[in-house]
């Protein structure tokens, strides 16, 4: 079968987020068929380092997207209902390629991840097409608007209005619909609930990200870590409410405690946290698992979090206890109590965590839990069963369209 699969950051090296989704989708299809990936790129750096995505398909287009000429699009097309996300993803260069791709190449099937993309072939016809949402976005954008400050509470609240109608929109021109939990295709259903719809989870490498059993005692019973971009605002805001709000209670009844950030491009507000007992920031570091595994808790108290958060599923398939908040928490298959905690307020993670670091053997139980349930539900190799599952449910029920057209 010939696929078609576009992503709106190229997918190579799968060093975050959606980039690991992508990046194992496009993976798995290339073992059984012939896979075209299309996707914008923001720097000759990053052109250079996704030539290596060549190994895991047949072959990829590749076009830059000038700064300057994106943030063009998204002013321009402010007073219009085009969302700021598709506006910013949009080159004229790469839809000519994919374009003349469709009428060159007899495509089975277009595989579109990220609805940012979409637009490049929401008017394609004649041919099976699957959009994995994987989030939805106008939500998270919604959530933003909630905890910024006017006129970026405005700007937030407008483009997730904006998305909610194109989502509803894209939903309704593709024959099939994913997102990474059932909950995402939940909030999905309330604006398409036509739009048939299914979903599977983010995997984690479980061979990367794997414990080391030879000395299970390995790490330090007083350190807390957190992993994740640090120019992200969910991030951002969530490290510094646990600085602020949970790690003096945890050091008022543990004063050797002390927490690690770990990950890319802190922030200023990031950076200063560091001058708080007790706290130090990494920024970029090669590998985040000796930090991670050297850790008694890690810890996602989130407040903004959509879909499956990948540093939850990392900790845990590294052995190491997670304490997440309520809303990180449903993102992933697993169950509170039994294979990680849960907090709802400041004094709950503190609670939580002390739980943890106090307790050696309750440590190992909640480690031991946690890993145990990556392997049984989130290891590649599951999140790809369903994947094939879906790609048997479009093929199998995709009302037949006229020949492919673009508009």
Same mark, same amino acid.
């Given at each position: ?293 050297? &850790?008694?808790? &890690? ?109």
């Amino acid at each position: 079968m010939k696929i078609l699969y576009l992503c709106h950051r190229f997918p190579f090296p799968p060093d975050f987020g959606s980039k690991v989704r992508a990046f194992h989708t496009i993976k798995h299809l290339g073992k059984e068929h012939e896979v075209t990936v299309a996707a914008p790129v923001r720097s000759a750096a990053e052109a250079r380092a996704g030539a290596e995505l060549g190994a895991h398909c047949h072959r990829y287009l590749m076009e830059p997207i000038s700064s300057a000429a994106a943030i063009f699009r998204m002013v321009v097309g402010a007073p219009t209902p085009q969302p700021a996300s598709m506006a910013y993803f949009d080159s004229p260069a790469l839809r000519r390629r994919i374009k003349d791709a469709i009428s060159q190449t007899g495509f089975d099937l277009i595989f579109v991840h990220c609805s940012s993309v979409a637009p490049y072939v929401e008017e394609v016809g004649g041919i099976p097409k699957i959009l994995d949402f994987v989030d939805m976005d106008s939500q998270k954008w919604l959530d933003y608007g909630r905890f910024r400050r006017f006129p970026n509470s405005a700007a937030y609240w407008l483009e997730g209005r904006k998305l909610e109608r194109a989502e509803a929109r894209l939903a309704r021109k593709f024959d099939f619909c994913t997102c990474a939990t059932q909950a995402e295709v939940e909030t999905l259903k309330d604006l398409a609930p036509a739009a048939p719809a299914d979903w599977f989870a983010n995997g984690v490498d479980l061979d990367y990200f794997s414990p080391e059993m030879a000395d299970a005692t390995s790490y330090d019973p007083d350190s807390v870590v957190f992993m994740g971009r640090m120019d992200y605002f969910p991030n951002v805001q969530a490290m510094t409410w646990f600085c602020t709000q949970v790690l003096p209670t945890i050091q008022a009844q543990s004063p050797k405690a002390k927490l690690t950030i770990v990950g890319a491009n802190p922030t200023r507000a990031v950076r200063d946290l560091a001058k708080r007992p007790g706290v130090s920031v990494t920024g970029t570091v090669p590998d985040v698992r000796p930090f991670v595994r050297g &850790a008694a808790v &890690a810890v996602a108290p989130l407040s903004v979090a959509r879909g499956t958060q990948n540093k939850i599923l990392e900790a845990m398939a590294l052995g190491v206890p997670v304490v997440a908040s309520d809303l990180a928490g449903r993102g992933f298959d697993a169950t509170p109590e039994e294979h990680f905690l849960t907090a709802a307020s400041a004094e709950d993670f503190a609670a939580q965590t002390l739980r943890l670091l106090g307790d050696a053997a309750e440590r190992r139980r909640y480690a031991e839990a946690g890993r145990a349930r990556m392997e049984d539900h989130h290891s590649w190799a599951a999140a790809m069963r369903r994947l094939d599952d879906v790609v048997e449910k479009c093929l199998a029920g995709t009302v037949q369209r006229p020949a492919p057209a673009i508009a």
